[in-house]
């Protein structure tokens, strides 16, 4: 077995610090070289099509590969298709495959399967919570509305190894978004295999699949990149538990984990310190609303209290305390051609803010004589209590506000959610998709499927589509610093 030790310890709040630690050992092993890895839950599933969560992603992406990817620097780079080529007006894009191309069973790999991927993304009946990816495709949204069939999605196969996309309008960031799970290749006679796929076309095979406890990879020697696959086995164990992950690498049976809980940061930084990397990612740690219930429906100035009862310098330094930084945006620094509006009160100080908090706290109509008691859902993990219990205290001090915390299994919390029934405030965040603010804004459009909040406003939907018809840059850019302004003066999320 060869044994690459690296630590990748990861919570966001606003631009968010990834950490890894790194150390080589040879050890003989009869699989061949193993990498063994820390799964902080269950995929939800390994369908490319209806898998949503991040750790379903981590997956998905080792047993699938788009027509792009990304190399490690974070450079767009070819991947199932070796070339394309964009019309002068930006509505067509053609992808050329590569050759050769084989699915895991040895089926030739062709366009006509990537065009069966697209079709089901939008179709109503698979239920793909990414269906709005490709909303800008001719065609898509009506298919998602149930209005057109599948077969008039604007993706053809001119041939075995020719993809030809039609768009609506201009997609600048589409080479980074056909490079997401959600647009892999399909074929049209595995539908129905559920959640655990029979044939892959990416690096790797899924050999077996116990829930709660193991996803196990094996190489694909079918992959047409398949002599560059340097390891054999990849090994994703199930734990739930941040301090758990950490302890079993320290004891040498993971070889990467990207959980380092902050209560153990700084012994990991000092003991561990040759193995230790860190780098920035594009993601944000937010708060939500449910917006279609009392007490936060219509009432944006309790909503923009509780917002500003919240210390984020005190949490980044004290709770999380790994590098991040405090969100007064929604999209994070560092995203090309943008720049993040921001809150306009993040200049002032801790206790200024703390005083408009409370005059809005009391516009809102609460107050001693009508204290507010509220309910925050978070999933399980410790950094994501530690948090949740800081920003109780936070309310408590500032705003008199008595608020419950409830811990939830990932996937009881998402269903909670989305039923926006008993949930009042949640936790949840966002990972860039590609490099560009729409795939955080474009999550709060009220059409989306990711819209967990249920916010709704006429002005934000505009701009966001006034923003998708723009082909100059510029002005496009424009548009989405607007919309995210209007998002923000909402208070639609912390």
């Given amino acids: 077995m060869n044994s690459w030790r690296a630590l990748v310890a990861g919570l966001l709040v606003a631009a968010a610090c990834g950490f890894s630690l790194a150390s080589c050992t040879q050890v003989e092993d009869p699989s061949g070289t193993v990498l063994n890895r820390g799964l902080s839950s269950d995929p939800e599933s390994l369908d490319p099509q209806k898998a949503r969560s991040v750790q379903a992603a981590s997956v998905v992406r080792d047993i699938g590969e788009g027509l792009t990817g990304y190399s490690p620097a974070g450079e767009l780079v070819p991947r199932a298709a070796e070339s394309w080529a964009v019309s002068e007006d930006g509505l067509e894009y053609t992808f050329t495959l590569r ?70 309008q201009p997609v600048p960031y589409l080479l ?30 899924v050999a077996e699949w116990q829930p709660g406890s193991l996803v196990r990879l094996e190489r694909n020697e079918r992959y047409w990149d398949a002599a560059n696959t340097a390891i054999d086995v990849v090994d994703y164990y199930i734990i739930t538990e941040e301090a758990a992950e950490l302890n079993r690498y320290r004891a040498g049976e993971l070889d990467v984990t990207n959980n380092v809980p902050p209560s153990l940061f700084v012994d990991a930084d000092t003991e561990l310190m040759a193995e230790m990397h860190v780098s920035s990612y594009l993601g944000v740690y937010y708060y939500g609303f449910n917006l ?26 004290q709770v999380t305390g790994r590098g991040e930084q405090p969100a007064y945006s929604f999209v994070p620094p560092g995203v090309y051609n943008y720049e993040s509006v921001g809150l306009p009160y993040a200049s002032l100080s801790t206790e200024q803010r703390n005083e408009a908090a409370r005059r809005m706290f009391a516009a809102a109509g609460y107050g001693p004589d009508n204290p507010l008691t509220i309910e925050v859902r978070y999933n399980t993990s410790d950094t994501n209590r530690r948090i949740a219990v800081a920003i109780q205290a936070m309310w408590n001090e500032v705003l008199g506000v008595e608020t419950t915390l409830v811990n939830e299994e990932f996937q009881v919390l998402l269903s909670n959610i989305n039923a926006r029934e008993i949930t009042q405030v949640f936790r949840s965040s966002w990972i860039g998709d590609y490099n560009d603010a729409q795939t955080f804004l474009g999550t709060m459009e009220s059409s989306s499927s990711s819209n967990l909040p249920g916010y709704s406003s006429p002005d934000y939907d505009e701009l966001m589509e006034r923003a998708a018809s723009r082909t100059d840059l510029d002005a496009r850019r424009l548009f989405l610093e607007e919309a995210e302004r209007v998002l923000l003066n909402d208070h639609a999320v912390i």
């Fill in 99 to 168: 050759e050769g191309l084989a699915w895991s069973d040895g089926v030739p790999l062709t366009a006509a399967h990537f065009v069966h991927g697209f079709r089901r993304l939008v179709d109503p009946t698979v239920g793909a919570f990414y269906a709005q990816t490709a909303s800008d495709i001719v065609n898509a949204s009506a298919i998602i509305a149930g209005d057109a069939e599948p077969e008039s999605l604007g993706v053809e196969a001119l041939d075995d190894v020719t993809l030809k996309i039609r768009l609506e």
């Fill in 292 to 317: 279609t219930q009392p007490p936060f429906k219509d009432n944006p100035e309790l909503r923009q209290a509780l917002s500003m009862a919240i210390d984020r310098e005190r949490l980044v330094e």
């Fill in 176 to 205: 980074g978004l056909v490079s997401h799970p959600s647009m892999f290749p399909a074929r049209p006679d595995q539908d129905g295999s559920g959640s655990r796929p029979a044939v892959f076309s990416g690096a790797y095979t």
